[in-house]
Structures are given as C-alpha cells and as structure tokens.
C-alpha cells in the first residue's frame, strides 16, 4: 500500500468522521437536555452506572479485536485472503465464546442487583431494563459484527461510519421524539434503544461483506488455528492485562463515585464526561484514521522513517489537543450553564481535574498508536500498577477529598504510566532507544505551550468579560481563544523546527 492510497484514505475517513462527529454532537447535547428534563438525573446516573458495568464485563473481550487489527496489517498489504478469513474466523470462534462467558456473568452480577442498586429510589426493574438493553448492543458485537475489524485494518474506517452511526443518529433522534411525545417515556426509550443496535448491528454486517464478499467462515477446528497462530493468542493474553488497566482507568470513577456519592452526582459529571467524550470523538474522528497508515508504515521496517513520522504526529497532535484543552478551561463552566442549567456546574478545580486527565488521556493516542502497530504489548506490569494506583488512590483521596479525590488518584495514575513508563517502552522497543530525543522535543512543546498560554490568558481576560449568556458568546470565546493560543503555539512550534510542518506539506 503505497503513500498517496494511505494519505487519500486517511483523508476520506477524516472527512467523513468530522462529519458525523459535528451531527452526533449536536444531537447528543440537545437529546441530553430533553432526556434530563423528562427522564430526571436519576435514571441517566443509573444508565451510566449500567453502561460501566457492561464495560466490566466486557473485559472478557481480552483485547481481541486490537490483536485481529496487528495481524490483519501484512496479508492485507499482500491481498492473502486465506489468511485473512482464517483470522477472522479464528476471531469468531473466540468471540462466541466470550460472548457466553458474558452472559453468564451478567447472570451472575444481575442477583446482585438489590445490593449495587440498594441506594436507587427508582423501580429495581428500572436497573434490569437498563442492563439488559446495553447488554444485548454488547453482545450484538459478538455474534454478528465483529468482521468490522477487517475495515478498520484497511482503513475504510469511513464505511462504518456511513453505515453504523447513521443508524445511531436515527435512533438518538427517534428516543428524543418518543421521550418528549409518547407516554411512559423511559419504556419507549428502552424499546427503540434495543431495535436500532439490531438494525446497526446488521446493517454494518451487510456493508462488511459488500466490501470483502470473500470473507467466509474456514472449515477448519479451533484447535487447528489456534495451533496455527500461535503469535496471535499470546498477544491476546498480553492485551487483556491492558485492557484492566485501561478499564481502570475510564469506567472506574463513575462506579467510585456512585459508592461515595449517589446516582445524581454521577449524572452531574457524566455531564461533562459528554463533553469531554465530545472532544475525544473529534480527535478520533481527525487522527484514527492513521492508525492502520502507521501499521502499514511500520511493517515495511524502516525505523528511521516511523521515528520521524512518530514526531511529525506527535507533534501535530500536541497542537490541536494543547489548543482545545486551553479553550475548554474558558468555555466549559459557561457551556454548562446554559445547556441544562448553572445548578449542574462542578467547582472549578473540579473541571480542572477533567481537562488534565483529558489532555493526558489525549496525548497518549500517538503512543499507543505506535505501540499497537508493532505489536509490542509485553509491558503487562504496567496496566497492572496503574490499576492498583488508579483505584487505590481514588478510593482513599476520595474518602477525605470526594470527587476532587477521585479525579487526582486517576491523573496520578496516568502520569506515571501515560506521561512516564509508555514512551519509555515504545522507544526502547521500537526505535531502540532515541529516547532523549524524544524528551527533548516534549520539554520544547510544552515551553512553547506555557509560554502561549501565558500570553493568551493575559490578552483574553482584558477582551473576555468573566461571564457570557448565550451560545453565540461560548462560541466567540471559543474560536477567539483557539485562534490565539493555537496561532502562538503554531508559530513557536514552527521556530523551534519541530516538524509540525513536514507533516502538513504531505497533505498540500
């Protein structure tokens, strides 16, 4: 797969995706809004602590589908299609029986229920609805559209958004409607929750086999395959440990917080976990596309090569997410206010604590891109130390602190592993060493950021009045803030000759 097909894929998914991305925004903020008005905090609280629990269960998936992608890069490269149904068919055995395995333990965490839900004021049938529906959309993954993986690693990522959210905004739409209209609004949100992942789930199976209509189960034993890639089940094995640490990481504060707290201040910061959700789908929509490209790239073996792209993405990353995170300081508080109402505004360190954990969280995309592209997941002691710290600290800074706690023991957690061991290993894996280099260029963006952002926090508190009404003053601070602090870190960026630039000449 040459460069130009790579960068004209990467395009069109990109394309595609900030499309979907800025629909599916919009729709969610405003269905938010409706769902919070009729529905109450309550029942969105309870939605969300079922949805971490269904993510609990899903460790199971052991990280399959992360293996299936970094064995699928070279026989996709070289159209071996026997190898590819073989992988593919190899995944299908695995996941039905990790689909069974959930099942059962949904049995077993459901006799549970009246305990984990003792503090719910609503209906206990409200809890069972609410899992049972999210755990058939999980399960749907299993039995009908795991395929997708094959796009993914061929990087048609644009063909499961075409097919799969468009589903997903039609039925967001269709729960808003039934919600505000239709009586016993939460059943009707129940039902039609449950139908469209059928129809999504089926309609990506079809878009699937269009594209790749010689994928076909092999008649082969699961013993044989398995025998036969070898490679494949002991990254799997190395992918479940990461996939605990990064469980950990993402789902174990809404469960902390619901043990300390209740169902309402779970809503209260699901609420900005929407908005930081928002963000983290934008620099999806923008970069993932790359992902299968870097694999690509680093199966033809040359490391000078990956090295520079490797910082040309870094760098360019840094950028965008250092600029959004900047903005989200000014607009977030405000955005609250006058999407649901000032009475679901967290204190300020609060929301500091959520940009930081988001800004970590987002800059380690170009790391963990590169890591799974070569297949380096050896590292298990590492999601194993970051969910003992994660959860340890969040369990005690949040029985003297609260929430604030909660959030500092997770942002400890990801400077450690995120911020310190995680470049580390890629470097001394992958690029055998270099990893000065890569320090060197860290300590320049972060002083070109410091410095931008001390210049732009100066200018915009004498033009940015402290408090703005309406979503047209949100959105004037927003683009005046990305404008100066992004146009200051870009010209700083480019001074120093951090190849921010090289990258974007590919595209021109």
């Known amino acids: 797969m040459n460069k130009d097909s790579r960068t004209a894929k990467s395009i069109t998914n990109s394309a595609v995706a900030l499309t979907f991305y800025v629909l599916s ?42 293996a299936v992608g970094f064995t699928l890069y070279r026989p996709l490269a070289v159209d071996d299609r026997q190898t590819i149904c073989e992988v593919v068919t190899l995944q299908g055995y695995l996941y039905r029986r990790i689909a069974w395995i959930i099942i059962a333990g949904s049995i077993v965490l459901g006799c549970f229920f009246p305990l984990i839900f003792a503090k719910m ?37 644009y063909k499961i958004t075409l097919s799969y959210r468009s589903v ?35 309609t990506l199976h079809l878009m699937t086999l269009r594209t790749f209509p010689y994928l076909r189960r092999v008649n082969r ?5 398995k025998s036969q890639y070898v490679d494949f089940t002991t990254k799997i094995k190395q992918l479940f440990v990461h996939k605990i640490g990064r469980f950990a990481l993402t789902q174990s504060a809404p469960l902390i917080i619901y043990a300390y707290a209740s169902l309402t201040l779970v809503t209260y910061y699901s609420n900005y ?30 490391v000078h090569k990956n090295l520079s792209f490797f910082f040309e993405i870094f760098n360019l990353r840094f950028l965008v997410i250092s600029t959004i995170c900047f903005s989200l300081i ?19 360190l609060t929301v500091v604590l959520i940009i930081a954990s988001l800004y970590i969280s987002l800059s380690r995309m170009t790391v963990d891109a590169f890591i799974d592209a070569h297949g380096i997941f050896n590292d298990i002691i590492a999601p194993i130390i970051e969910s003992v710290i994660n959860i340890g600290l969040s369990i005690l800074f949040g029985h003297f602190w609260g929430l604030n706690g909660i959030l500092t023991g997770v942002l400890i957690s990801q400077i450690i592993i995120i911020l310190g061991w995680k470049p580390f290993f890629l470097f001394r894996e992958a690029f055998n060493g270099g990893l000065l280099q890569y320090h060197a260029n860290y300590i320049k963006v972060i002083l070109c ?28 601070v927003g683009v005046l803030s990305s404008v100066m602090f992004g146009g200051l870190l870009f010209l700083l960026m480019y001074v120093f000759k951090l190849k921010i630039d090289v990258f974007i000449k590919r595209f021109i």
Not at 127 to 148: D, T
Not at 168 to 174: D, E, G, H, Q, S
Not at 221 to 225: G, I, N, R
Not at 330 to 348: A, C, D, H, K, S
Request: with cysteine.
């Open 273 to 302: 976990i929407v908005i930081v959700n928002g963000v983290t789908l934008l620099i999806s929509a923008t970069f993932n596309s790359m992902s299968a490209g870097i694999g690509n790239l680093v199966a033809q073996g040359d």
């Open 221 to 225: 034993s699961f013993s044989s395959l």
């Open 330 to 348: 000014y607009i977030m508080p405000v955005f609250i206010t006058i999407w649901i109402g000032q009475e679901y505004n967290l204190p300020q």
């Open 25 to 66: 925004l919009l729709l969610q903020f405003y269905s938010r809004k409706i769902f919070l008005q009729i529905l109450g905090t309550e029942i969105l609280g309870l939605n969300s602590t079922a949805m971490n629990l269904i993510q609990f269960l899903n460790l199971a998936e052991l990280g399959i589908s992360s």
């Open 121 to 157: 004021s609503l209906p206990l049938w409200y809890a069972y609805a609410s899992f049972g529906v999210l755990l058939l959309s999980a399960l749907l993954g299993y039995f009908v559209n795991y395929r997708q993986i094959v796009l993914t690693a061929s990087q048609l990522d």
């Open 168 to 202: 997903i905004l039609l039925k967001t739409a269709a729960q808003m409607t039934a919600v505000y209209y239709l009586p016993h609004p939460y059943v009707w949100w129940l039902i039609l929750e449950g139908l469209f992942s059928i129809v999504g789930a089926c």
């Open 449 to 476: 950021a410091v410095a931008s952002g001390i210049i732009s926090w100066l200018l915009l508190n004498r033009i940015v009045q402290d408090t703005i009404e309406t979503f047209m003053g949100v959105l004037y």
